[in-house]
């Protein structure tokens, strides 16, 4: 008789935001007439860019003719989009990449869940708390931890590592050596960021160590201030203990479109073994390629006219995390992120927990957020506002939440 892979019954209920749209959806049926604003998921609601949209529209007219028409895209990515990728998000950063080491796919999520599986099932995992869930919800499901502890509100096995308002959310080195960590700056779902300075420190760490980093820069895009780095590549010794992950989702609004990429450095071995290679057998078993379609819908970010106009909506959302940071402290919120991140991260009112927070806010404003606690332990009695609303649903959820 077949079995299942009992990893997946560790893991409690299910994935953060399916709950959250269960509860949205609970809701708005007992009250058809109410005006719910979201600021809780982070989908982009601005539509894509007009060179973007021009792009597209020119890659279905070439799918039309059978002298330009496309069928399976390359494992890798097609070498236009690579080159575009490596030229304008690493080598004019001052970064030693080169496209035979970056993999397209369909956006960073799954290459977030996916990249564990070249590595083996002993080792050690570090993640930060609060996380974003599918760091480890992959390794939980892949066998990599013990049971859920109902009273830590963690996985035996796991290594967390607190963010806290103690240490500006910047997490510290574990006491526990990992073998694997993960790290996300600008954060989710904190909106915290490192310096150059603090970030060369984890890496110097990691090669001392012989540590993994997998670094997810889902959100470079949001920087502001110069000191803080878009590449971990921009630190010396990063090829050799780093796996980056990036997407186009948060900065040229590809949620709908899927578009992402993960970097491998030739460098980056495990004794003699070519981590690149590994995940270049992965990626070409179980990964198709990104359609050519929305690869030259990619590739037109990277034209002038493409920063322009990708820059410009990026501006749009950070407007909103100013708002929604400006107007909750001037409300007497605690709250922290929206500098470097399109996310804020407030401090729930009193001692009421996240979910209750979450209550009273749909209930009360009809403004739906984040419960902190989702992204573990160190995420209770914190809420995450998400910048990629409308700026006008911005200003009202703002005017909502502080009149309650």
Known sequence: MFTINENYLKLPGSYLFSDIAKKIAA?????????????????????????????????????????????????????????????????????????????????????????????????????????????????????????????????????????????????????????????????????????????????????????????????EAYITQEEVPHSIYECEGAQTCAIELRSFSKNAGFTGVRLGYTVVPKELKSGEVSLNALWARRHGTKYNGAPYIVQKAGVAVYTEEGKAQVKEQVAYYMRNAHTIYNGLKKAGYTVSGGVNAPYVWLKTPGNTTSWDFFDQLLKTANVVGTPGSGFGAHGEGYFRLSAFGTYENTLEAIDRITKM
């Open 27 to 219: 809701y708005q049926q007992e009250n058809p007439e109410k005006e719910i604003i979201r600021l809780g998921i982070g989908d982009v609601t601005q539509p894509l860019a007009p060179v973007i949209i021009q792009a597209l529209h020119s890659a279905v007219e070439e799918m039309a003719h059978g002298e330009t028409f496309h069928g399976y895209a390359p494992d890798k990515g097609y070498g236009f989009l690579r080159e575009a990728i490596a030229k304008n998000d690493f080598q004019d950063r001052g970064c030693r990449i080169d496209a035979d080491e970056i993999f397209v796919s369909d956006g960073a999520k799954c290459d977030s869940g996916n990249i564990q599986e070249i590595l083996a099932l002993n080792n050690k995992i570090a993640v930060c708390d609060p996380v974003y869930p599918v760091y480890v919800d992959t390794n939980v499901m892949a066998g990599r931890t013990g049971g859920y502890n109902p009273k830590t509100q963690n996985f035996d096995g796991m290594i967390y590592m607190p963010c806290t308002a103690q240490n500006g959310f910047v997490p510290e080195f574990p006491k526990e050596t990992p073998d694997v960590l993960y790290l996300c700056f600008p954060n989710n779902p904190t909106g915290a960021a490192v310096t150059k300075a603090q970030l060369q420190e984890w890496v110097d760490y990691a090669n001392r160590n012989g540590i993994l980093i997998i670094y997810d820069a889902a959100y």
